[in-house]
């Protein structure tokens, strides 16, 4: 069996495929993988490392404000389609899959007219512009909540869950320990803000960090290009060594996750459902007016994350705030226990044999 994989621009598209790749491969169900993705985005550089083949297409974005880039990038669809035509016709997949994102419509959209089946990931409780595109054209709809199912044909949607990768639940500490050059002794604080960063968690975080390092670690993964140099540095003698920035971690990061006794992050669904398989206590700020609110919303309402507004971010009550949940460690684990409570655990399993029951 052939599939073609497709999604990118950022990492969240990339990691459920990611895992329903490994799925089928422990399995013996695939003998190729073809990854099609963006000619420059954040995913090319991790697939590369990957073994199976990569191929970047020209794919436009919808923007939902005006600008007058919305009307040249649907040229840049119309391009894509073509390319992604050629593509399909060459490599014959028996399925495409993607997980949402631009890149994908094009290539949906040229396997629809090859006649291909097609299976479209609904991940976010908020169906984005690019799912709403491409699902008319899927065989089958899969979402990771039951709130999602409405949205869909009840003809097509299957509740399967959120992929997860299996690496996330294999993260070693002492490894963390080791790579990071970590305190054993001394809680750790994990900030992250997606494949591409956060601009508002990063100055949160740099404006903070003299506090913080008073009482904790932190691993903070600032995204491509954000590394900031700590200017003042010096004036805080042994304790600045507890500051590991990094601008992305690839498998170091299911360590990081085993290190972490608290994280802060986005609120993008393959990042909570990761730390929902690891089971880590979490401050979650998601961007303002997106599907990343309703993804945080969701979880909040099951006690499995501290839920924070950007738009009334304070860098005195962000501090203390952090401090009092590594005073209260009770407190962590309840949120410990809920997240892992939140996404079930089998979503790998039911997707591959979703794939067996619609392909072989």
């Known amino acids: 069996m052939r599939i073609l994989l497709s999604g990118g621009g950022t990492m969240g598209s990339v990691y459920p495929l990611l895992a329903i790749r490994d799925g089928l491969i422990e399995q013996k169900m695939c003998s190729e993988f073809l990854w099609v993705g963006t000619n420059d985005g954040v995913e090319r550089e991790l ?24 009307l040249f990038d649907w040229v ?47 991940q976010d409780l ?25 949205f869909f044909s009840a003809k097509k949607a299957v509740l399967i869950g959120n992929p997860a990768r299996g690496q996330v639940i294999s993260g070693n500490k002492e490894r963390a320990i080791q790579f990071f050059n970590l305190e054993k ?17 990063n100055n949160l975080l740099f404006e903070t960090i003299p506090q913080l390092i008073l009482f904790c670690q932190i691993i903070h993964v600032t995204g491509r290009g954000n590394i900031v140099e700590w200017g003042n540095k010096k004036d805080y003698g042994e304790a600045a ?99 892992r409570a939140v996404m079930p655990g089998n979503a790998v399993e039911r997707y591959v044999e979703l794939i067996r029951c619609l392909v072989v």
């Not at 006690?303 to 005073?327: G, H, P, T, W, Y």
């Open 47 to 70: 697939l590369a490392k990957e073994p199976m083949p990569y191929r970047g297409i020209k794919a436009g974005k919808w923007r939902r404000y005006f600008s007058w880039r919305n």
């Open 76 to 122: 840049n669809v119309v391009f894509g389609f073509f390319q992604a035509l050629l593509i399909i016709i060459k490599f014959k997949p028996d399925l495409i899959l993607t997980a949402g994102s631009f890149i994908s419509v094009p290539v949906v959209l040229a396997g629809w007219v090859l006649r291909k089946k097609i299976i479209v990931h609904q």
């Open 126 to 150: 908020r169906v984005g512009f690019a799912n709403r595109l491409m699902s008319p054209f899927a065989c089958k709809i899969t979402v990771a909540f039951d709130f999602s199912l409405k």
């Open 185 to 201: 002794d001394l809680p750790t604080l994990l900030v992250m803000g997606g494949s591409q960063g956060a601009e508002e968690i």
């Open 241 to 339: 060594a507890r500051y590991h920035p990094r601008e992305y971690l690839e498998k170091e990061l299911f360590d990081a996750y085993a290190s972490a006794d608290l994280v802060v992050c986005r609120a993008g669904i393959s990042t909570l459902t990761e730390l929902s398989a690891a089971g880590v206590a979490s401050i979650v700020i998601p961007i303002p007016g997106s599907q990343q609110e309703d993804n945080a919303d969701y979880f909040n309402a099951k006690n499995a994350i501290i839920l924070l507004d950007q738009r009334k971010l304070n860098a005195l009550e962000f501090v203390s705030m952090v401090k009092r949940l590594f005073d209260e460690s009770d407190s962590r684990k309840r949120l410990s226990d809920n997240m």
